[in-house]
């Protein structure tokens, strides 16, 4: 049961054009939800977060927009670099209030391209 | 101010060896993940623990894998008697105490069961 869902595996977007990343969930006890970025034989980079209280959380260039109603979250970029170019993965948790555990359930992923 | 730090970065293995995985956290952080990353597929939650106390094990497989992490030293993921299904990335992530959700990420760990 995939409780993350990404549903799209690649997006292609132009130098200094806004990309715009997708995240669904089905668990209603998720209440903060993160994007990490990931380069090939590295770790995940924390990029920004989002609790569930929030309905926007800006950090620079990046965006994260959470609509609880619809279960659905989206990070968008812009403008969009070629260094953006990497796996973003969508990940939720239901321990930001104090629960036993804050364990990340992880999407599968977009490979994002920003062509120069 | 060092990140997590994970070691070996590759390990090959033969089937039926151990494998072990050493995860020091970031200074300050004393709460420890492990997730497995299979090839083609997102993080998957293995074990969380803190200093000296396994806190939810749910993403652990019930046979041949261990993680502790002891008062002194570094969190280490054990494999006994691998197999090529073992073959994956391990990451280890660490946080500081209080409850933050947010996790930063090692290098990971490349293990290669021939």
């Known amino acids: 049961d995939q409780q993350v869902k990404q549903n799209s595996p690649s997006l292609s977007v132009q130098e200094g054009r806004i990309s715009i990343l997708n995240c669904d969930y089905t668990?209603?006890?998720?209440?903060?939800f993160l994007w990490y970025k990931k380069y090939p034989a590295e770790g995940p980079t924390f990029l920004i977060s989002?609790?569930?209280?929030?309905d926007k959380n800006e950090d620079g260039r990046f965006t994260v927009f959470l609509n609880k109603s619809a279960k659905h979250l989206s990070l968008h970029i812009v403008p969009s670099q070629p260094g953006d170019s990497a796996v973003y993965f969508c990940?939720?948790?239901?321990?930001?209030?104090?629960?036993?555990?804050?364990?990340?359930?992880f999407g599968t992923g977009t490979l994002l391209a920003v062509q120069p | 101010n060092a990140g997590v730090m994970q070691n070996p970065r590759h390990l090959v293995r033969r089937r039926g060896q151990e494998a072990r995985l050493r995860c020091s956290p970031m200074?300050?952080?004393?709460?420890v993940y492990w997730y497995r990353q299979l090839p083609e597929e997102g993080l998957k939650f293995m074990v969380y623990?803190?200093?000296?106390?396994?806190?939810?094990e749910s993403g652990m497989p019930k046979e041949r894998f261990s993680a502790e992490f002891p008062k002194e030293g570094p969190s280490i993921l054990r494999i006994q008697q691998v197999v090529r299904g073992d073959s994956a990335a391990y990451f280890c992530?660490?946080?500081?105490?209080?409850?933050?959700?947010?996790?930063?990420f090692g290098p990971g760990t490349r293990l290669t069961v021939l």
């Open positions: 623990l803190q200093k000296e106390n396994i806190i939810d």
């Open positions: 200074k300050g952080h004393s709460h």
């Open positions: 989002i609790s569930s209280i929030k």
């Open positions: 990940a939720a948790s239901s321990g930001n209030y104090g629960g036993a555990t804050n364990k990340l359930i």
């Open positions: 668990n209603s006890m998720f209440d903060y």
């Open positions: 992530a660490s946080s500081p105490p209080g409850g933050s959700v947010t996790q930063y």
